[in-house]
């Protein structure tokens, strides 16, 4: 059997310790040691969309700039900073010159400052980028970031954090804990209601085996958050986005905020919207495929003899026990209910464009 | 019958030259769930050491190569039905393929039990 595991020396995250202690299988992910699965990807993907689940995310880049910032941002990414209300969050995308994405993030406009979320692969390039443009980035090196994901995450965390409940999706707030400082927002990456919990690092294992001592809740490795995403039809950077890929084909165009739509000012915003005018070359599509064989990141999707797209992130979907995909195909083969075909080891196996998300969303829209 | 490992993590189960092909428990275990297999159709000329079967897990598809060379006699068509056997039976109904030895001096090179438990335990 091909070798599935790795030994190379790897920085680690507060939580290592418990992840070991849990019996979690430790695999490198963005230059860390990280947690794939703990007792097994379908069983905490189950758990996850029934109960509650909780990822570690401390490899994400957690970025303070101060308000003062907010027109400065807004040269570099599509979304409106100025016009978001205190505690509102946005999803944004780091663009380059050329309209490709050099990140996806998440934007808080705070009381005193603007709180950034960013894919931890490449928090680095994000942090040049962003204070190149002459932007003073603050770099949270010293708060970790929990995930607590799942239709029973807010009965358990207000359990523990009274007041929680009240946030609506999309919103966040500063909450303590035992007199542990959080910033908690309802947001996450799995298609479930959940929050997002900033802690700093010297209290996250407490909290962590605080929320882990609730009954509604397991840990959740690497493997089911991939999983929950896909399913939930949300992009993965770095697979599904990247610097070549343009907000508009990736399906993303709600980012583009329409007061900046308007104004423009953003990188590349001439071709990006002459681009949601005309329509893309391409589009983010999702496909059901027949049969039990997965198709991966890599395969070729064609229409009849024609090669027409590719696979971006592709598996096993726990949740409706077939595989899904997603895959960028020419915008001629992107409408609902196109029968397309996916090339595997050799194999033709039959895919049929349908709508994402896969599984239905179960966001909280409104407070309980 | 005799039982023999390789350091590929596969086992092969031999009786009256025919070898029985699965992957071992510790395999199983990195994979995590397994959600398909791919295993040859009878008749298929393996060589030792070359791809023979892939299994895949939510996360990743692995190949699994033949520990010594032959010709397929049968598949585990039970994998089809219930890849996840792999899982809770990797050493017993989970087998992928049986196949006849074309060189049984080929089975010289490979572990016993024993020697592949001392091996296990270095990883």
Redo the contacts between chains.
Sequence with gaps: ?????STEPLATLPLDALHRRLGA?MVPFAGYAMP??FE????E?LHTRSHAGLFDVSHMGQLLLPLTSAALLETLIPGDILGLAENALRYSLLLNAEGGILDDLMVTRRADDLYLVVNGAVKAADIAHLRAAGLPVEYREDWALLALQGPQAVEALARLVPGVEALRFMRAGAFSWNGVALWVSRSGYTGEDGYEISVPAANVEALAEALLAQPEVKPIGL?AR??LRLEAGLPLYGHDLDETTSPIEAGLAFAISKRRKLEGGFPAAEKLLAELHDGPARRRIGLAVEG???A?EGAEVFAGAERVGIVTSG??S?SLGQ?IAMAYVAAAYAADGAALEIEV?GKRLAASVVPMPFKAKNYVRAAN | MSLYFTKEHEWLRVEGGVATVGITDYAQAQLGDVVFAEVPAAGTVLAKGKEAAVVESVKAASDVYSPVSGTVTEANAALEGDPALVNTAPETEGWFFKLTLSDPSELDGLMDEAGYKSFVATL
């Design positions: 059997m091909a070798e599935v595991s299988r794939i699965q097994g990807i379908i069983a993907h493997g991939d999983s039990k064989l997965p991966r598996g096993f726990p595989p080891r």
